[in-house]
């Protein structure tokens, strides 16, 4: 099991930018890849962006692409995601998470990832 806890969420104008951190514990060793998660009120977790341990290949949601730039640094075995360009509609709950095993083709799913950090709010005021 791996064990992450997220870092950097909080309250940003629209337009704004801010950071997240992920930072990773455990059988990290085992991990195929990462990803950010959101969750708005009342809605379902969906995927934002995943990134390969191995190799760093991206993939992002259609809905943050060119906004949002997921990052990893392998030796601090932390994940990032910079967020830019920020829209009242990126409000929510923001996890990271951990894959082990094959990575499958198509939009990933919560039900893909292992480990699950406890998530970072982050609001975006218009």
């Known amino acids: 099991q791996v064990q992450l806890v997220e870092s950097g969420g909080g309250l940003v104008q629209a337009g704004g930018s801010v950071i997240l951190s992920c930072a990773a514990s455990?059988?990290?060793?085992?991990?195929?890849?990462m990803a950010w998660f959101r969750q708005a009120p009342g809605k379902d977790r969906e995927f934002v962006a995943r990134i390969m341990w191995s190799g760093g290949i991206t993939f992002y949601a259609d809905s943050v692409k060119g906004r949002f730039t997921i990052s990893k640094n392998n030796a601090k075995n932390t994940l990032y995601l910079q967020m830019n360009s920020l829209k009242s509609e990126d409000t929510a709950v923001y996890y990271c998470?951990?894959?082990?095993?094959?990575?499958?083709?198509?939009?990933?799913?919560?039900?893909?990832?292992?480990?699950w950090g406890q998530g970072t709010q982050v609001t975006v005021s218009s």
């Open positions: 998470a951990a894959q082990r095993g094959i990575v499958r083709s198509g939009l990933p799913d919560v039900r893909d990832y292992d480990s």
């Open positions: 455990g059988r990290t060793f085992s991990t195929s890849a």
